[in-house]
């Protein structure tokens, strides 16, 4: 129960994940095994999660995916450390997680900038309280403003900005606390389509660029595929994986082709839309 499922390897991969990560943050393997999880102390109460068992290698960048109510959150929020599973165990770089830690940074559905701070100050707000030298915090946000496209408003207070340049900030701020894993609940579910798309093609190319590692959890197949180097299903409650497959699209680097007008993209979203449609 719980073991990976396994899939056969059609194409090519679209893109390796980067070999080096930047920042001086190591790489790090995230793996979950067993991992049963109930809120509450009532054992007759319908479990979240059972029986699940999942690594994340350095490097990669995995959506899950799956119907409301499945337990993705749930998973997400115990790699991140703010709760231990009831059964089983997470481990990071082999080593238990039991709260959370400067490691995993972690970018959720909705901004929660903090107001009274412009959007620099939300980004040093992390390195600041880990006690980085004040000389060093203007170089620090430079670098991951410029990286999310928001030099240009750094003095500007959260308020002023579009729903999306907020996520930006956001983003951002994780990415200041140089965490070798980022791990994200659905932080473009509220945007329209189009600031939705432009994200995911920004986050793309800061994977490419920082070579973190990312969990991603979304509703929509179409984002998991068009990110993600793997995509993995998760049930009904109680979540189980049940499908596990990697994004192996045709190379598509430097043409600046969109791997979602490809045939083989349309596929895979429509096999993984049909394993979520059949649990």
Not at 122 to 151: D, F, K
Not at 155 to 160: A, I, S, T, V
Request: glycine share 12%; with cysteine.
């Amino acid at each position: 129960m719980g073991e990976r499922p396994k899939s056969k390897p059609l194409l090519r991969r679209r893109g390796e994940a980067p070999a080096a990560v930047a920042g001086g943050s190591r790489p790090e393997r995230i793996e979950v095994h067993g991992v049963t999880h109930r809120f509450g102390t009532n054992k007759r109460s319908a479990p979240a999660l059972v029986g699940v068992d999942l690594t994340v290698e350095p490097g990669e960048f995995i959506c899950l995916v799956g119907p409301s109510g499945c337990g993705k959150t749930t998973l997400l929020k115990l790699i991140a450390g703010f709760f231990e599973p009831t059964l089983g165990a997470v481990l990071v770089n082999g080593e238990p997680v039991v709260n959370p830690g400067a490691d995993r940074g972690m970018v959720f559905q909705q901004p929660t900038l903090f107001p009274w701070l412009t959007v620099r100050g939300n980004v040093e707000i992390g390195p600041r309280m880990s006690g980085t030298p004040h000389q060093q915090l203007r170089a620090l946000s430079n670098r991951y403003l410029e990286l999310v496209g928001l030099a240009d408003v750094a003095d500007q207070r959260p308020h002023e900005l579009s729903g999306g340049m907020q996520q930006r900030c956001a983003i951002a701020r994780a990415l200041a606390n140089d965490p070798a894993i980022v791990l994200m609940d659905e932080p473009f579910g509220a945007l329209d389509a189009l600031t939705r798309e432009r994200l995911q093609q920004e986050l793309k190319e800061i994977w490419q660029a920082t070579g973190k590692s990312i969990v991603f959890v979304t509703h929509s197949v179409e984002e998991a595929v068009y990110l993600g180097t793997r995509v993995v299903v998760l049930s009904p409650r109680p979540g189980r994986i049940v499908y596990d497959e990697p994004v192996l699209l045709p190379g598509l680097n430097g043409s600046g082709a969109d791997a979602r007008l490809l045939p083989e993209f349309t596929a895979l979203r429509a096999r993984i839309g049909s394993m979520i449609g059949a649990t």
